[in-house]
């Protein structure tokens, strides 16, 4: 079925126009004015933007923690990535010691098999480098398109890895072609720091907070980066909460080393005061690295703003408040990590950056997808509005406003972290490769049509004038 999109504004990350698109066989065929094409459906997207899909880079689905699994899976969890205009997840795809890799990639397929509503690829976690994984690896990449490596230098004695085995991913990925991926928090200082609370009695949920302090994220992210800049190798760092690991980017990147970062939209509007809520509410907001003092978010916000941070991830990890968050009842090492973030992560960098004046709204769609798309090697087929690329696309009311909820948010989970937050902006209408997943704000798609994506090897795409301009 061949679709014509007239009336909208059309948005990428370089552009504003106004214009049409013609799309054919799922893919845009055409982009120019007073478009026709015999039986061609038309969509009226007056008064809205039209932009691509959202890539979230940082989902995690359907994931065992702490004795629990997310309460979202491929089904809810991309269900309601599409209706806050995420076309496209790549979801991290854990891994045990000693167990073969392409058993983990086996487990993380048939958790999205017949399930996902939009397209979706995968991470791998690397725990350990020995022979076995060694020669794994090249398959992982050249078989199953998966090539970018995450790390963890948290969470001791449960995914930590040690500064060999990280160094040691940095020097392989280079060989590869794969992007390295981190979790930069000093998880032996936190080991201590957590254990000591508990000792002298302090298990409530702030307590999360207060032993995981940003000098120990910023620590990790200075030594992540020195590690890729000696293996001449490249970074990512997910999830950056503070202004702490935000200046290390920035020192690393001024050096010439191609250190990429994330920020998520939990660590631009909620702060550490969240964690004191009462009877046990705290919990809802406890997740790694933790929520940070209000004046970090301004800090962000000017990284976002100068391009020290590139894109934009959900981190999405939801557990329910009930029966799961309160597992960590008396003590807050036992509350699983996480937070229900898939679902507004377009709406909050619309609201909150776009129309407070704070990012442009190239840059919004830099962040949301395209900037996405070319670091984990799905640009251009994803990421932008380009003859040949997917219709993947978002039609955007940018004048609509409402309050998010869990009493209207689609994730499975029963609370939302922005409950009550007043938001301007909102995804109309998704499509997937030229097909509808939510229509008028009604969801219309198919759990299982969402396609597996092989990526292509990390290629650096450190343009000579953002060499230049950092
Ligand atoms: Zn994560």
Not at 233 to 258: M, P, Q
Not at 332 to 358: A, C, H, Q, W, Y
């Amino acid at each position: 079925m061949k679709k014509i999109i007239k009336n909208g504004t059309l948005v990428t990350a370089a552009d504003t126009f106004q214009g049409e698109l013609l799309i054919e066989d799922g893919k845009i065929t055409q982009i120019g004015s007073n478009l026709s094409a015999v039986g061609a459906e038309i969509i009226d997207a007056k008064g809205c933007l039209v932009f691509p899909g959202g890539i979230d880079p940082h989902t995690h689905l359907d994931m065992p923690f702490g004795g629990t699994v997310t309460k979202d899976d491929f089904e809810t969890g991309t269900i309601a990535a599409a209706f806050g205009g995420t076309t496209t997840v790549i979801d991290f795809c854990l891994t045990n010691r000693g167990k073969p890799l392409k058993n983990a990639i086996q487990t993380w397929h048939e958790k999205a098999k017949g399930k996902a509503s939009i397209d979706y690829s995968f991470h791998l976690m690397i725990s350990e480098i020995n022979d076995d994984v060694l020669n794994e690896l090249p398959q992982v990449i050249d078989e199953e398109g998966i090539t970018s490596f995450k790390v963890f230098m948290a969470y001791k004695n449960v995914f930590q890895a040690d500064d060999e085995t990280l160094f040691r991913t940095f020097v392989t990925a280079k060989e590869l072609g794969a992007l390295v991926m981190v979790h930069a928090e000093n998880g032996d200082v936190i080991d201590y720091l957590t254990n000591k609370a508990l000792k002298e009695g302090n298990t409530d949920p702030i307590y999360h907070a207060l032993t995981r302090p940003p000098e120990l994220e910023g620590e990790a992210t200075g030594r992540a980066a020195r590690f890729a800049g000696l293996a001449g190798s490249h970074l990512y760092v997910v999830h950056v909460s503070c202004a702490d690991a935000a200046e290390r980017i920035a020192e690393a990147r001024s050096k010439g080393y191609e250190v990429w970062g994330e920020t998520c939209p939990q660590y631009l509007v909620l702060d550490q005061s969240c964690l004191e809520k009462p009877n046990f509410e705290g919990a809802k907001y406890v997740w790694s690295p933790p929520l940070r003092e209000k004046w970090n978010q301004e800090a962000l916000w000017n990284a976002l703003k100068s391009g020290t941070l590139q894109t934009f991830g959900s981190d999405q990890c939801s557990f329910d408040f009930k029966g799961q968050k309160e597992l960590g009842l008396g003590d807050f090492t036992k509350i699983p990590n996480g937070g229900p973030m898939i679902e507004d992560r377009l709406t909050i960098l619309f609201s909150e950056g776009v129309k407070k004046g704070r990012i442009s709204l190239n840059q919004f769609v830099d962040l949301t997808s395209t900037r996405a798309a070319k670091l984990f090697g799905l640009f251009p087929k994803k990421g932008t509005i380009a003859i040949g690329a997917d219709a993947d696309l978002v039609i955007f009311d940018p004048n609509a406003e409402r309050i998010l909820s869990a009493k209207t948010h689609h994730m499975a989970v029963d609370y939302n972290a922005f409950e009550g937050m007043k938001v301007t902006g909102e995804p109309v209408s998704v499509m997937v490769r030229g097909e509808f997943v939510v229509r008028e704000k009604q969801f219309v798609g198919t759990p299982g049509s969402g396609q597996y994506l092989k990526r292509a090897k990390y290629n650096t795409p450190l343009a000579e004038s953002e060499r230049l301009s950092i």
